[in-house]
């Protein structure tokens, strides 16, 4: 298949794997933003294949396991609702709210519909008149558009039983929050090839000419990855901090401007909290005035839900590479995917899912043999 | 009176941990693993059922009886490549076959919805009738139960089927050992994507269609071909995942899969890599595993390869000691994953 079977080719990895080891003289910390890139670092081991010297850590880049706790509390308290249909993506299913989660409620006789896609709400929305249908819409820059088309798909057809629960997120001001923390380590960025497909990578010159720091635009195949790292190494041992475009196949300069334009019109930034991590400034979107009757936080009265964290999780330093998954006590004991103790446990991209679905045998092996 | 008459002593299940059954403990994987193992085997525990097969073997005046059962709740009920009434046939039958059986028997229970229509459920026993024949089995028995419009999905069909084992040949879970070859019969995942595309409207440049297919005469060949046959197992819902986790655990042996031998048509993997599902969970229902002794395994695919459901079957793994209860994969790069058994159903992805 054109696009895959080039990108998962063993021989070129383990080629790109060996450059790596020949340029790399110095330790370097990677962070991948995306979890679906390290999803895909897990699922085929690319940590094993590089050198020890490069080290990489994993970003806070699952739409799902940022998803504020409040925001889960809301769509359960929703679903719960007799006259209300919520509709939302499979994974979000199963995140853990502070009592309970869209799943316990669908099984306690909630109308929670999973949907590939938000105009499925819509269409929902018209064949059921006396519903009140709600899309629990979060996600990235990657998501947002789609969010967005809905809502002025839904108001150009002045559809008054729908509306949407929206928890956006953006990549950069995260990437300036992590940086400037004091505990900070990264020194190099694999950027999320979908989100820069949607909206380009301009944003992305300012933060490596702001911190000095090397950012490559990358794709989601193990040999996207590797390039990605051996472009970060090359700048590394050059001392150079510029962007460059792994992912040129999809990404370009300027973005899908149509995309960003949909964007544009229905939302606007505002603070947003990111669930382990707390606010961080200018890095969510809300709607707009003039899309406010789509808005169910307005809609609704849900202002009284309060949420806590387990806390023994320690989602927090997982989503900001400050720890690994397997560095949590609780890993793979008292926190699995079937007894979640924080969203990285849950979503297929969540970080601490994908070192237990993948990797959890070398975990133990390199236990036993400490 | 005895002892086992008394409220509360006939029923010595323990509390589940949830307080709800949800979707998941339906999808085949680590949630329905809990609830026979908490609530059904507890209650009902005896030796043949404690097997945990697809079947049950009981011996009956010197004859050996295979026994299973199975309900089908698919939604559409019309697909490429089948319906619910062939699909009702066929899993018997298969459940049946891969215990070593001949299938004799079945019988048909049917739960309909209030409104269902006559002109559907006549064509659905038609495909039924045609399936049994085409299987050599007949449909001795049955029930009808209608409900009220709403309390049912159009139809339920359930079927219990029975046949004979032939002496000295026993297949089971627990017999997997160190060494042995994992056949499989052709590449996986057609079902599954066959039923989501169907039922999600998505439209491929050709229809896939779904692999549902009697392996009756598939697991006699194999059985024919070497007395060396630990354990056969069709592939339904969960994938070929679920089906090797299961064994790696009742047998307590590990199981390393090679990525590159393992068949995934392209248009599944195009859908899969759209919906962000892995093949290896996705449903089958023509397509079974043998475990085999490491020098029978070339005997037994060449058998495999003659028969005409079993054209592309391949090694795809080995039965190892080293982390048992563990399935890990050798990938296209080389290194190893765990191939984990999936806690509730597969969910696609949010981007």
Redesign the interface.
């Known amino acids: ?1 054109k696009y ?1 079977d080039e990108y ?3 021989v070129i ?2 080629a790109l794997a060996q450059d790596i080891a020949a340029i790399a003289t110095r330790h370097w910390v990677i962070m991948e933003i995306c979890g ?1 890139q390290t999803h895909t670092i ?5 940590d ?2 590089l050198p020890s010297n490069i080290e990489l850590v994993h970003g806070p880049g699952c ?2 396991c940022v998803t504020p706790i409040e925001t889960i509390d809301k769509a359960v308290a929703l679903a719960m609702q007799r006259d209300v249909t919520l509709v939302s ?6 995140v853990p709210g502070s009592h309970s989660d869209l ?2 409620a ?3 006789g909630a109308d929670v519909r ?1 949907a ?1 896609s938000p105009t499925e709400a819509l269409r929902i929305a018209r064949a059921n008149p006396t519903r009140k249908v709600v899309f629990l819409a ?3 820059e ?2 947002a558009p789609a969010n967005a088309m809905t809502v002025w798909q839904a108001k150009r057809e002045s559809l008054t039983n729908f509306s949407m629960l929206a928890s956006h997120v953006l990549v950069p001001p995260a990437i300036r929050a992590l940086l400037s923390s004091p505990g900070n380590r990264i020194q190099g960025f694999i950027a999320p090839g ?1 989100v820069c497909t949607v909206v380009g990578y301009r944003e992305y010159d300012d933060l490596a000419r702001e911190f000095s720091i090397p950012i490559v635009v990358g794709g989601f195949e ?1 040999v996207d990855l590797l390039e990605a790292i051996h472009m970060l190494a090359h700048q590394l041992e050059l001392g150079t901090a510029c962007v460059q475009n792994q992912y040129a196949r999809s990404v370009s300069y300027q973005g899908n401007l149509p995309a960003q334009q949909i964007l544009q019109e229905v939302f606007e930034v505002t603070d947003q909290k990111w669930r382990g991590i707390g606010e961080i400034a200018q890095s969510g979107m809300r709607f707009r005035p003039e899309y406010a009757d789509y808005d169910a936080n307005r809609l609704f009265d849900l202002d009284l839900i309060s949420a806590d964290e387990p806390a023994e999780c320690i989602s927090a330093l997982v989503l900001q590479g400050q720890r690994k998954p397997i560095e949590c006590p609780a890993f793979a004991k008292r926190c699995t ?2 007894t979640p103790l924080g969203a990285p446990m849950v ?3 969540g970080a601490c899912a994908a070192y ?6 070398a975990v133990a092996a390199s236990q036993e043999s400490r | 009176m005895s002892a086992n008459a008394i409220p509360g002593f006939t029923c010595p299940a323990p509390l589940a941990t949830r307080d709800t059954v949800l979707l998941g403990h339906g999808s085949g994987g680590k949630l329905s693993g809990e609830l026979v193992r908490d609530i059904f085997l507890p209650a009902f525990a005896n030796p043949e059922l404690a097997q945990l097969n697809d079947q049950a073997v009981v011996t009956i005046g010197g004859a050996r009886i295979a026994i299973t059962t199975d309900t089908f709740v698919i939604r559409p009920l019309f697909f490429p490549g089948g319906d619910i009434g062939s699909l009702a046939v066929h899993g018997t039958v298969n459940d049946l076959a891969v215990g070593g059986a001949q299938p004799l028997f079945l019988s048909a229970a049917f739960i309909i919805e209030e409104g269902f229509s006559m002109d559907e459920l006549r064509r659905i026993v038609q495909s039924m009738q045609g399936a049994a024949r085409a299987a050599g089995v007949q449909i001795v028995t049955g029930d009808t139960k209608v409900v009220e419009h709403g309390k049912g999905d159009g139809l339920f069909i359930n079927t219990t089927g029975i046949g004979l084992v032939p002496a000295g040949c026993v297949l089971s879970a627990d017999r997997a050992r160190a060494g042995d070859r994992i056949l499989i019969n052709g590449s996986i995942g057609e079902h599954g994507i066959a039923i989501l595309a169907q039922r999600e409207g998505l439209e491929f440049e050709s229809t896939i269609e779904s692999d549902c297919a009697a392996l009756h005469s598939l697991c006699a060949q194999v059985l024919q071909a070497s007395s060396e046959v630990r354990c056969l197992r069709d592939l339904t819902r969960g994938g070929l995942s679920s089906a090797l986790n299961e064994i790696a655990a009742q047998s307590r042996i590990g199981i390393e899969l090679d990525e590159s031998a393992i068949d995934v048509r392209e248009q599944v993997r195009g859908a899969c890599e759209m919906l962000g599902l892995d093949p290896l969970y996705v449903a089958n229902e023509g397509k079974l595993i043998a475990i085999v002794a490491p020098d029978a395994a070339e005997d037994v695919l060449a058998a495999m390869r003659s028969h005409p459901l079993g054209r592309n079957s391949e090694i795809i793994g080995t039965v190892t000691e080293s982390h048992p209860n563990l399935v890990t994969m050798k990938t296209s790069l080389g290194t190893a994953r765990i191939v984990d058994m999936l806690a509730g159903d597969q969910l696609p992805r949010i981007c």
């Open positions: 298949m895959l998962r080719d063993g990895a383990r679906g897990m699922r085929y081991g690319i094993e294949l739409p799902v993506y499979g994974d979000m299913l199963r799943f316990r669908k099984a306690r999973i590939y979060v996600g990235f990657t998501t979908h193990p995917p079937e979503s297929s991209e237990y679905r993948y990797r959890r045998h």
